[in-house]
């Protein structure tokens, strides 16, 4: 349990590999998870846990690869974005940023089916924090640019911007700027799907500060309850805007949470991709079997502030030291730097180069063509037209007829 009043500085503040479980040298660390497969539940400590497969170390080199490849993706959209608000004062985009949380976007979706028609499709409900699992996901980055621009040829006619990016045609079901009611929402969505006897499942991104909402807890009953096929994804990355996380929640391992509903809740290790697959390949599996929903939480940081790119500077990755926003240097500069070492785009790199799936070019052919696609994107977004204030009005109500649809 943590001491509320000295939030930091205590222990679960620390990257996991400081909790005696990893070797804390780098080296080591990659050694370890190579060696264990990069497949165990290492921080699987969660009294209510259950165990987790042994999946990625078995998936084809293709499917691999592009796991990297979705990483360094997110990676260079969300630093281009950075620097595109830092240096272009006609810019009007703006971002909650992934950076440092990608390996869970993508090894959550990883084990998602993300095309084919509405029907089939696996649902993903967002946050206030949606970049990353947008692109995971498979929404398209040019169009993404120009959304969070309000170019009229964005994905959502520019009228959404960042919390509020959708693309039905992948399952991204949306971004949501309100701080849990997507959760239950999410959840309706799980049980259209087992009351039509399909296959999908429904998963929700949300933060460390959801555990506080009514939401978090009526999604996790009501799916319990009724056994839906849906997955609560919770990205632990410590605070909640300004604050720790231990001033919310009593438990260090929010997964505890599970036990109340009876379901399983799992512990993960977010800045490791593999181990997230694994976790999300199991609770898919689960759900499309009728077994019900899971909690998963994957400890994590982010490297920027909770907003913007205040601390931050021009082609450097990460924010530091004092955020104006916030009403205090909020998180120590160490901390941030010590979250770095531990970063998901290495862990990646490393466990893969050392399975002989990728080569150190390779890897950098990959991330050189990841960052020339944002720079692409932004470029591209920067050429369309802004949308027309009087069409603001328009799709809000639906035109024409629609065809009533019962269950069955
Ligand atoms: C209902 C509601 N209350 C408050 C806010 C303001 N708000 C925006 S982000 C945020 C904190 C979210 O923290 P967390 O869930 O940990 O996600 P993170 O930002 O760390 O990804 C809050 C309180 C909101 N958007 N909606
Ligand atoms: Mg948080």
Redesign the pocket.
Known sequence: MTDATTPTGAPHDAPPSAEGLLPSNRRGFFKAVAGAGAAVSLLNKSAWAQEIGYWAKDLPGDKLVQMYTDIVRIRWHERTMVDKMLTDTKYRGYN?FYAGQEAVAVGVCSALNNKGSFDQVDFVYS???PTGHAIAKGVDMKKMAAENDFRATGLNGGYGGEMHLSDKSCGFIGAD?????GHVIATGSAFAFKARGSKQVSVVF?????YA?PHFHAALNNAALLKLPFIYVL?N?L???YAH?SYSCPMKDIADAARTYRIPGVVVDGQDVFQVYNAAKTAVDRARAGEGPTLIEAKTY?YYN?WGAPGAKPGELGAFGYDPLAISTFRPEREVREWMQRDPVDICRNVLISWGVLDRARADRIEAAAKQEAIDAFAWADQQPFCKPEDGLKHVYTTGSVAARQFG
């Open positions: 909650h946050s206030h924090r700027g309100m701080i849990g009611p949300a933060g460390d500060g959801t909402t990205e990355n605070y909640h805007q996380y982010r909770h």
